[in-house]
């Protein structure tokens, strides 16, 4: 399998540290807001990373943490008049189910902020005691940024001399500007916890390295994690921090692998909060199943830049039709649980830094082939196993076709209809047993006028939108 670094910026071979295994650790959300699509993006990018993984023969340890410190967290709840635990939680449970619905699974691991403080003081504490970082006259404790001789190798960002020169509140307590907070003093606030520096709440970076110290790294290993991965906004200054202190307070380097994927446009425009257009996640799932947007939003290589727009959506969403329309043919056959040598090339081309576009290419080919074998005369037995084989193993690998054919085409109707629809189907199942066909002919006719198509099959009766 290879993995695009970037850091040194070449594809490279993934040779874990303990053969076998494979640890993940990547940052998650910070939950006072709701989730938009770069969340979703990132999210859907590495668990088809862990599903790969997996399917290479490797026992995965993935960890994705909850940021529930932070100051945007204590403006939200100030502004809505709730306490910040009410902010933090709701925000959780949604980030939870709106994932869920884009068929992401959830992360062996998930650590909180809340949770992980002890860990936190350790790793302060030893950097402390080491020289690379300092505590001031007002209480904060800063990273010394000079002490590290390493520091910016990670994004190779070259200092500017005016970023040098700029001066942030309590600047003139830093030996540098470019110094950054691991503990920050706070006397009186909503939001505060006693630590061995004094009352107050830690920096933004420190809580991931601690956090993969904790859950994650052997002591005595070259790297904390054999991948670290994140959206490409947090390489510098989120990512770069992270390494520098683990480094200066352990044995070992952060990561052996660092994945980044590429932003979230929206009709060519980086989603950006400030710009005020930041698509949010339950607004597109109010009107697109959770599984369309899994497969839009993978349908473009995790490292480019994603232009989202409702067109290209609904192009895409075409293509998954086709899986569907392909397992709705198949339906209720049994699987072959041979490999075939579709399932072969599928997870090579994936194998390859998730080459998305080369496994849609071979599902496309596949599907293609399959119909076409299928719309010729025979009964072709052991192609409908092997095809229902391949839709079972994309299924597993992508995340994609994992519905009933059948309610998969319902998309769209509302639920007061679907019941409608249920209840209808269910009245003509009981006439269909007391053989009264001219009632069962006229319920039949009143559930086409709800506007769907039905079809009769052994396992029952189903229908979809039209």
Known sequence: MF??????????????????KASLYVCGPTVYDDAHLGHAKSALVFDLLVRVLKAE?????????????????IKKASEQKKEIQEITNFYTSSFHAEMARLGVQKPDIEPKATESLDAMFALIQKLIESGHAYKTQSGDVYFD??????????????QEEDEKQERVENSDLKKNSADFALWKSVKEDSLSFDSPFGAGRPGWHVE???????????????????????????????????????RCATNHTLANYWMHNGFVNINGQKMSKSL???????????????????????????????????????????????IYRLKKRLFGLACANEKTAFQKALLDALGDDLNISS???????????????????????????????????????????????F???????????????????????????????????????????????IMDTPQGTFWESV
């Open 3 to 20: 993995i695009y670094d970037s850091v040194q910026k070449t594809k490279r071979l993934f040779t874990p540290m303990q053969e076998g």
């Open 57 to 73: 023969g490797y026992e995965v340890t993935y960890a994705r943490n909850i940021t529930d410190i932070d100051d945007k967290i």
């Open 145 to 158: 940024t000079a002490s590290d001789p390493l520091y910016l190798t990670l994004s190779k960002r070259i």
């Open 208 to 246: 991931c390295s601690a956090m993969i110290e904790k859950h994650l790294a052997n002591p005595h290993a070259e790297y904390a994690v054999d991948i670290h991965g994140g959206g490409a906004d947090l390489l510098f200054p989120h990512h770069e921090n992270e390494a520098a202190q683990t």
């Open 276 to 322: 005020g257009n930041s698509f949010f996640l339950k607004d597109a799932l109010k009107v697109y199943d959770g599984e369309v947007l899994r497969f839009y939003l993978l349908s473009t290589h995790y490292r480019g830049n994603f232009n989202f727009n409702e067109e290209d959506l609904l192009v895409s969403k075409k293509r998954l039709d086709k």
């Open 359 to 405: 496994a849609l290419a071979l599902i496309d080919e596949m599907i293609a082939k399959a119909n076409e074998t299928l719309d010729t005369a025979g009964k072709h037995k052991e192609l409908k196993r092997d095809t229902l084989s391949n839709l079972a193993y994309i299924e597993t690998l992508l995340g994609f076709g994992v519905k009933n054919p």
């Open 407 to 453: 309610e998969y085409f319902q998309s769209g109707v509302d639920e007061k209809t679907k019941a409608k629809i249920a209840e209808l189907i269910s009245q003509r199942d009981e006439a269909k047993k007391a053989k009264d066909f001219a009632t069962s002919d006229t319920i039949r006719d009143l559930i086409l006028a709800c506007g769907v198509t």
